[in-house]
């Protein structure tokens, strides 16, 4: 494990990444006039948790036992035109810097921590405050294209160069990727998102309904917001899918769920055949952690040649 | 619990009228999807009408993704959609009721998930007269059927066609023949999603078949799901079983795969299965034909 403020040193191609300026807007929570949704035992509910700027919930936060569904954390933003809006959803990257431009928040920054049909951006809470549904905002881009040169057999995606050098790992003994994971999930609970591209959306976890049936279980209730989690038998390379002896990195980015077939959902960051990694198991390995080892949110800078070092 | 969603309501079943129309196959701006190893390829038998495939054909036979058996059927108006793929079930009957094939009969054989599509099988010569745009007319019932034992709930199936299944109803258990049973962890596409509007996509390709003894899955089978409860949403629940119809053929793309109609779901200790790699015989398309064709 790196000691607090190291960054580790992946060889990556860096020199040839591009940001790109994208416009977002936080969007509102989105009902329909019946209102309600059913849970695994068939009981509805109706409950906030996605749209708007959810307030109280951060990185290193408990993902399950709220009083809601499909909790996003922070700014929910998407793009009103549908093709500016997918092109914002693709190319945004857990890490990227996000600055509030519109409103008595503006000039407020946050960091993109994942997809879930919008764009998730963590901020600090007082800042968060000042905005709301409505209000502008500019993503930098950059990480899509990011490859680890030592390591041909894992695709990265949805992930900056910032969030990569915090993470904790490096290469192992045997050419593998140290890669230091919060919870290790098992394929029984991949749920809704499964069958989608991984640049978009994320992938709920069942077996995460913390005050529900034993036999719903699959033990995560624990996971916190901004995770780094490994995903057993999945292939995200050009979607989700089930493939035996592949795993994918990804990060928690959204909390409880209610929906059957849904809950916590991680972001994609990596993918690759299992014997490309080595897991190291290790509780601190979320977002929020990895931010501060790194001397705090040092986000990607907007930079010609897309060079991260600040 | 509430293990029936439909306790609490009457056993009558109303027959609705619905209005559908033959769909047209649809891409995007690009032809190309991705398969789960990086490549382009075109997608073919996706919806709209599909000549030459029929219940009872092999799911990996053809250079195919999601191709089902017959014709789609649509609805422009998206809630009308979500409707006819809520209330159509398999065995309703299906009359043609404009274009070169108008008065022709058909019957529901299954549903795809997301814009509320339901698969109609036809017999091949009015395949061939049918044209995209057709008008018809679904008679739906079945949802809210009760229970053939306690604890397993029923969706998706006309009553009537379920004496014409593998489906054996015991005083407490059922019975039910299938070609093979599969973890929960092999459902892609369609988990987390209602079962009475989406099909189940299982992760299963030509290459990984023979280890769920899937080699010999076709159109039509059924196929038991183990640990899902699919009740309301589809969602992994230890003990339980679901069993569905297997409704359209394979995919390339990753986390899908053949599609299974969901038609029974309760306790695994309600449902036993009977595993027949070989010699099992589900859906078949004069049995459909033939239900249909008495419920019209």
Known sequence: MPAEGDAVDLKRNDNELLTQVLAGEVWPALGDRHGFRVDPDGRPFLLPGMGGVTLGVHCGDPATGWAGDHVEPGLSVRHHDPAANFALQYLSCVGNRVVVTSGPGAGAEGMVIGQHAYVLVDMDECAMRQVTTGDQVTVFAIGQGMRLTDHPKIVVKNCSPALLAALGGGTASGGRLDVHVAARVPADAIGAGSGMVSEFANTDLMGAYAGLGGNLSLGLEGLRIGDIVALADQDHRFGRGYREGWTTIGVISTGSCQLFGHGPGPSTLMSGPSEAFRLVDDPASNLGVLLCRTGGLRPDPVAAGGSDQP | ?296
């Open chain 2, 1 to 296: 619990m509430n293990t029936n969603p439909r306790d609490g309501t009457g056993d009558r079943l109303v027959s609705v009228n619905l209005t559908a129309f033959v769909e047209q196959a649809s891409v995007g701006s690009d032809p190309f999807r991705i398969d789960g190893d990086g490549a382009p390829y075109v997608p073919i038998g996706d919806g709209g009408i599909v000549i030459g495939l029929r219940l009872g054909d092999g799911v990996f036979d053809y250079a195919a993704d999601h191709a089902a058996p017959g014709a789609c059927l649509v609805h422009d108006d998206p809630a009308a959609g979500y409707a006819l793929s809520a209330q159509a079930c398999i065995g309703n009957p299906v009359e043609v009721r404009t274009g070169a094939a108008a008065g022709e009969l058909g019957a529901i054989a299954g549903k795809r998930g997301e814009e509320g599509r339901v698969i109609a099988v036809f017999r091949q010569e009015v395949l061939h007269e049918l044209r995209p745009g057709d008008q018809v007319a679904v008679r739906s019932r079945g949802q809210g059927a009760p229970s053939l034992v306690e604890d397993v709930t029923v969706c998706n199936v006309e009553p009537d066609l379920v004496e014409r299944l593998p489906i054996g109803a015991g005083p407490v258990t059922l019975a039910v023949n299938v070609r093979t049973v599969v973890p929960s962890r092999l459902v892609g596409n369609g988990i987390g999603r209602p079962t009475p509007m989406w099909d189940l996509d299982l992760q299963i390709d030509r290459a990984t078949a023979s280890r769920w003894h899937a080699e010999q899955l076709r159109l039509g089978d059924l196929v038991a799901i183990d640990d899902l409860d699919a009740r309301y949403n589809a969602g992994y629940r230890r003990g339980w079983r679901s069993i569905g119809v297997v409704v359209h053929g394979a995919s390339p793309q990753p986390g899908h795969g053949p599609g299974v109609t969901v038609i029974l779901s309760g306790p695994s200790g309600r449902i036993d299965v009977e595993a027949d790699g070989a010699g099992h015989v589900g859906l078949d398309e004069e049995a459909l034909l033939e239900v249909a064709r008495a419920r019209w």
